[in-house]
């Protein structure tokens, strides 16, 4: 099994930044995919930026020009720019192996357990 571990979310000020980090352990390939994802209260889950194993990355209409995804060995980050209330949330990295692009209808087998990001004044 895979281990996935979130770290870097807290509280910042509209406008403001922060960096969001995953690191996996266990079982890893390098045919995958990794994602973010975030969930609010009462919202939906929706998954914010996708990287592949070739470094392709594609982003949610929602946060296109402000986050950036970015990976490393067995790890996974999230720069967050121009931060406001909308983006808080729960944020999860997500990982599928054994498969070499990241897919529309692509089912991720592991899980975070999540970082709190919370944008207030």
């Known amino acids: 099994q895979t281990q996935l571990v979130e770290s870097g979310g807290g509280s910042v000020q509209p406008g403001g930044s922060l960096r969001l980090s995953c690191t996996a352990s266990g079982r890893t390939d390098s045919a995958h995919c990794m994602a973010w994802f975030r969930q609010a209260p009462g919202k939906e889950r929706e998954g914010v930026a996708f990287?592949?194993?070739?470094?392709f990355a594609t982003y949610a209409d929602s946060v296109k020009g402000r986050f950036t995804i970015s990976q490393g060995k067995d790890s996974l980050y999230l720069q967050m720019t121009a931060l406001n209330a909308e983006d808080t949330a729960m944020y999860y990295c997500?990982?599928?192996?054994?498969?070499?692009?990241?897919?529309?209808?692509?089912?991720?087998?592991?899980w975070g357990q999540g970082t709190q990001v919370t944008v207030s004044s």
């Open positions: 997500a990982a599928e192996y054994g498969i070499w692009t990241c897919r529309r209808g692509t089912e991720f087998t592991f």
């Open positions: 990287i592949d194993s070739g470094g």
